[in-house]
Structure formats: structure tokens, C-alpha cells
């Protein structure tokens, strides 16, 4: 699981993204992302119920792009507020080296936009 600091803790910060926001896309999830006011980076997961109406499923899923960016985000973000949206299901069943390198992908890409 992420840190505290690098959670979200209200809806406003996820209405600015939302607005204010940039895009990167992957086949399975699309990550918002804008500058952040903080010196450091905060990231939030959004599993929507059409993608999996059981709510153990869309933690699972959830759960997995958390410790996936939590061992990628350290190298790459700085101070950038992300929101990633997951659209696919099949995210569940990647295999978790293919899962590894859509995000990190996605991740270098926002890297490179902020600098």
C-alpha cells in the first residue's frame, strides 16, 4: 500500500485533476495527471462498478495498481497529482509483468511532459 503522504484525502483534489488534468492512455487504464502544489507525488485508483460489480474484485484490482505504482513512482514522479481510472477488466488476469510495464510506460511518459 501507498504512504499516507501519498494518498489522496479529498474530493477536491481529484475535481482539479479532473478538470485541470492531462491524459495518458494504456489498453486497460487511463491516468489523469497534473502539477502538484506539494514537493511530493499523490496518486488515487478508481475501479468504476462497471468494470467488476463485486466490490472484492474492484479492490483486487485496485490493490494491484496500487503495489505496482508504489514500486515504480519512487524513480520517476516528483510532485504530480495522478488519477488512474481503470476501464478494463482484464486487468485483474495480467500477468503481472505486462501490468508492471503498461504503468511504467504511462509513468515515463508523465515524467517526461512535467520536465
Known amino acids: 500500500m501507498l504512504a499516507k503522504i501519498h494518498r489522496f484525502h479529498r474530493r477536491g483534489s481529484l475535481n482539479y485533476v479532473y ?3 492531462q491524459i495518458t492512455r ?3 487504464c487511463l491516468m489523469r ?9 499523490r496518486i488515487a485508483v478508481v ?19 496500487y503495489e505496482v505504482i508504489r514500486l515504480q513512482a519512487d ?19 495480467l500477468p503481472h509483468q505486462e501490468l508492471t510495464s503498461t504503468i511504467r510506460r504511462q509513468l ?6 512535467d520536465k
Do not use: H, M
Open 75 to 93: 524513480g520517476l514522479l516528483t510532485n504530480q497529482d495522478i488519477v488512474v481510472t481503470v476501464f478494463d477488466d482484464r486487468c485483474l488476469t
Open 33 to 41: 495527471f497534473a502539477k502538484g502544489k506539494n514537493d511530493f507525488y
Open 47 to 65: 475501479v468504476n462498478k462497471k468494470v467488476a460489480k463485486s466490490a472484492v474484485v474492484r479492490n483486487r484490482i485496485r490493490r494491484r495498481i
Open 108 to 113: 515515463e511518459q508523465i515524467a517526461k511532459t
Open 26 to 28: 494504456s489498453p486497460y
Open 19 to 21: 478538470r485541470k488534468g
